[in-house]
């Protein structure tokens, strides 16, 4: 997964009184935005460019990968999850991964959804489930402010099934939060749309994801208690057939930053804040118009707490650029 590189920026005691007290707005030069933030107080610029992929961490789903109520067959019933009927009471449910066997099975157990019209499977703070009227709170992840998600299911269509479903007919996968009123408002979504291009095998998943940047302090969401949902939208005309679900999977990622900037013995330093055990480069420019291969490499720190300072060797300067670099 690779992020849009994100930059912060600090200006020096040069810089005019009215961009001190009323700063600019973002600016693009070289490729790479700069924004002005409003503590226009020290002698340096630092920024922070992220251009390789950032580690995640999991965020526990109960009975993500449908392994109960066991069954030695298939049940209509899901622990954890709350499921919506359209046309019966029994169009999701859990089954045994019996032979032909589905090779690529979380488990041995999986998910089906019929592909009929408003059928779904969701869960969140407040969801039940068909043993739970009162909500156990097992779910609790919240949308937290910096941080980006990434939500991905294994699912299996098809065209060549017992009860095959038509080609166009569709399933969403969404994360949501849960306004003041308990509607569900939608962060994010993925569609698919069956095809036998699509889904060649009935005897292997496939897996698709649904992303959510980051998290901004402004977002209705941040705060917010995370709600996952797997959806068919399928119309009336096209219902029939089922989709197999497995393996869903939930990873924030804490998007790096360059924080703290001071001026310590005519040095400028700054505090580099990622996810533990990440590597950077660290580059220093005067001129942020130029190219990443003409700034000045000042050496590479590995981040082992997830909180490292930095401390710029030169001195006695008037304005400097810094990007920290993801290294492999």
């Given at each position: ?83 919506t ?21 979380d ?45 991905t ?63 901004r ?15 068919s ?10 989709w ?16 703290n ?13 990622s ?14 118009a ?39």
């Open positions: 997964m690779s992020l849009p590189q994100a930059t912060r920026g600090v200006a020096g005691p040069g810089a005019p009184l009215h961009d001190t007290l009323n700063p600019p707005q973002a600016s693009f030069a070289g490729g790479r935005a700069a924004l002005i933030l409003s503590q226009l107080v020290l002698g340096f610029v630092a920024l922070a460019a992220w251009t390789a992929p950032l580690q995640a961490g999991t965020i526990y789903i109960p009975n993500a990968s449908f392994e109960s109520p066991v069954t030695d067959y298939a049940w209509p019933q899901i622990d954890s999850w709350q499921q009927p359209s046309w019966t009471n029994e169009e999701s449910g859990v089954f045994l991964n019996l032979p032909p066997y589905i090779d690529n099975c488990g041995s157990q999986a998910a089906f959804l019929f592909a009929a019209p408003q059928a779904a499977l969701f869960q969140d703070y407040d969801s039940t489930d068909w043993s739970n009227s009162v909500p156990t709170h097992a779910f609790n992840a919240t949308f937290d402010v910096g941080e980006s998600y990434t939500l299911v294994a699912v299996l269509g098809g065209t060549n099934l017992t009860y095959p479903m038509q080609v166009g007919t569709t399933l969403q996968l969404s994360l949501y939060y849960r306004d003041a009123s308990s509607n569900m408002v939608i962060v994010a979504a993925t569609t698919i749309t069956n095809s036998g291009q699509l889904f060649p095998t009935n005897t292997h998943f496939v897996d698709f994801s649904v992303y959510v940047p980051g998290v302090t402004n977002d209705p969401w941040a705060g917010q208690n995370i709600g996952v949902q797997i959806a939208t399928v119309s009336p005309d096209l219902a029939g057939g089922y197999d679900l497995d393996n869903v999977r939930l990873t924030e990622t804490a998007l790096p930053a360059l924080t900037p001071g001026v310590t013995n005519s040095q400028c330093a700054f505090t580099l804040q996810q533990p055990g990440l590597s950077f480069e660290i580059l220093a420019s005067t001129n942020l130029l190219p990443l291969s003409n700034w000045t490499s000042l050496g590479t720190l590995t981040n082992l707490t997830g909180v490292i300072p930095f401390l710029d060797p030169a001195t006695n300067l008037n304005r400097r650029f810094y990007q920290a670099r993801q290294l492999p």
